[in-house]
């Protein structure tokens, strides 16, 4: 404070004298509180609470063993080295709640800026009048208007013909005491902010953590029509049976990481795992996050959460706007389904609807769905924008003249994603090819593939992620069979509205016969085709394949083919799948020549998390071939 | 793994990515989400939708309309409606819906009158979306003048 007055008159003089003293008595008394409390904490041995650790986000790294914290952010801690040692934070943070600073728009005093922090250590240091209270007026007003009164976690599944979506999503809904809706609740979701026009950097910065996540609130109905509208993700609710005072502990926490930074990684430090150490510091007992060190699939996350006892009270299913439209053309027959698409896509004027012979109650059926189809239509297919909204308009007033007829709600699925296979998968085999017995071993972190036990997955969607597979032979070595980078198949049958592309694609090292003999190769290869459902348990396939192969061990090391493959699933029982596939490859290497694969896959499951295959192949190319390979195969 | 991602991405178009999505507080735009294609589906396992540029940052001050994350009062009916902008219009058509309830609520519609509230969209459903272009603050209008000339729901039209 700079003095400006060039001559104080005597009594100015003591006045300010008094006030200084004063302010240094309040000093000094600071100061031995101060000391009080960071001995008091220490004797606790608050610094290595469950809690404390949580708040900051402790965790012990998996290789080097040392602990420190997740979060990246400097402003995250009060202490210098608060990232790495707790007590010093604890020591700081405690200091900085002796300064109450003004509340601004951009800054808060250290008891609002922590009010978790603060909260947690009053409850245990029981903060007497020495020390200063600031009223924390900005969250006082976000926790009114979330208005907490119980926590939802929300997990949006797939895109439907999207089996990398197949990963998911998890976020907190806030629900409010007696919401009359649910749409209007707040959500806290965690998010890489990144930059989409970042284009091929995008995708890399948000797989090394180069952007930075960060937890967010909206309202609900925005997420809602992001997943279900947009998106076309199903979601299920998982209502969370928490008490009061451990959900505003929630909210609080979420507060002190408003604008922290936590570098942001796909595999383990994403969305789900953020959204878990929330529920680690409402409740230390739980210690979700501490089953999460490699990596965190969403799903796995909501399993996490129902594994714990009375945690989860309630699911609850919120179809896509594709579930609902599925279920609104299961109440028509095929005329009308006719009539529906012929109206969306403008061969039919909706005014016309009424000479068609229909009820007025089928009538406002079928407007319904030309409604949903159309909506899809405009943004699954891109339609001119312009004319979706006009003709959208003409079938929505003309719908307000029809009757209110039953709601559509289509029926939650038998199994929930969260009732699937685990995501973890260990195989053992034995078999023989090329004329010799093997045994192999595999690994596979996630997720899916079309042989594996389907319910709770989406029918005719694999992905695969770091497949690795090993082979000891018989009178020989021990040999890679194959390590899959990426390994992503979408089958998706067209029927009268919907004409999807189905497509494959898969990037890693694999085995190829050539002459005679097995190498390993570097193989990129993709495919383009069709499928339709014949019968509700039979999906029949067809693709056009191109691949492209590096085969160190030959002379000419390159190749690339092409060539078709039909096939079918078929679910001969619920537990009994087998899928008959022939494919026709032309290689441009010689060694690999012209190539017939005949196969036949089999898999049936004998209890949860068990599938028994049996797979058989026929080669025939430079040389023939006939191998089978029986595998038992375990989901952790 | 994360560089075999990486690998696996480069061979699609990177056209892809120019896709946003921006549904901001007070921007009524319909956004296209493409969901069809390989690109689309490699960035969907990266960014796994969760690029929520319409979210409001907690404590990061205004994104939007919002302050500290949260929507204030008087425009809780207004976003509520651009939010919902497709759902609530299908709905208010047929004469019901979660988000026809919603904006009941929104508006303090008791829950005595939801039935009539939704009834009275329905009837008056051309006099709310008069054109096929219609802006959130036109449509807000339109019903606030619908529910006055109710007699059972006059008093609703107070709260727009």
Known sequence: MAIINQRPTLRWCALFLFCCLSKFAAADDSAGYLANLRQQARTLDLAHAPTWLNLLHFKRHPLSGRIRSLADDPNFFAAANGATDAQAELDATLAGFFSVTPETETSQPAQCRYIARFVWLNEQLHFDGRMPRADCARFQQWREAINPGGLTLIYASAYLNSPASMYGHTMFRIDQPNQPSQTLAYTLSYAANGNANDGLGFVYKGLTGLYPGLFSSSPYYLRVREYSDLENRDVWEYQLNLTQPEIEMVLRHAWELGTVRFDYFFFDENCSYHILSLLDVARPSLQLTDQFVWSTIPIDTVKAALAIPGLVSRVQYRPSQRSLLDAHMQTLNSRQVSLARDISRGNLAVARLDQQTVAPQQGAEIIDLADLYLSYLGIAKRMDGHTVAQRLHELRVARSQYPVVPEVVPATPAVRPDQGHASGRLTTGIGRQQQRSFIEIGYRPALHDLLDPEPGYIRGAQIEFLDVAARAYQHGGIQLERLTAVNIISLAPRDTLFTPKSWRVRVGREQVDAAGARRSSNTLAGSAGMAWDARTDLLAYGFLDLRADYVPGLAEHGSAGIGGSIGLLWDATPGWRVIPDIALMRNSNDALGTQRIYKLASRWTPAPDYALTLQLSHLHANSKDTAWQLQLRRYF | ?160
């Open chain 2, 1 to 160: 793994m994360k560089k075999y991602l990486v690998a696996a991405v480069m061979m699609t178009a990177t056209s892809a990515f120019a896709a946003t999505n921006n549904v901001g507080c007070g921007v009524g735009s319909m956004i296209f989400a493409g969901q069809s294609g390989l690109a689309q589906e490699v960035l969907a396992v990266t960014t796994n939708g969760t690029l929520g540029n319409q979210t409001f940052g907690i404590s990061s001050g205004t994104l939007g309309c919002g302050k500290d994350g949260v929507v204030p009062n008087n425009k809780t009916a207004m976003l509520y409606l651009e939010g919902n902008q497709d759902r609530l219009a299908r709905e208010m058509a047929t004469g019901q819906g979660e988000s026809v309830a919603g904006l009941a609520s929104v508006i303090h519609v008791s829950a005595a009158d939801n039935a009539a509230f939704a009834a009275a969209m329905k009837e008056n459903y051309s006099r709310i979306y008069t054109q096929a272009s219609v802006s959130s603050v036109e449509v807000l209008a339109n019903i606030k003048q619908v529910l006055a000339s109710s007699e059972t729901l006059k008093a609703y039209s107070n709260n727009i």
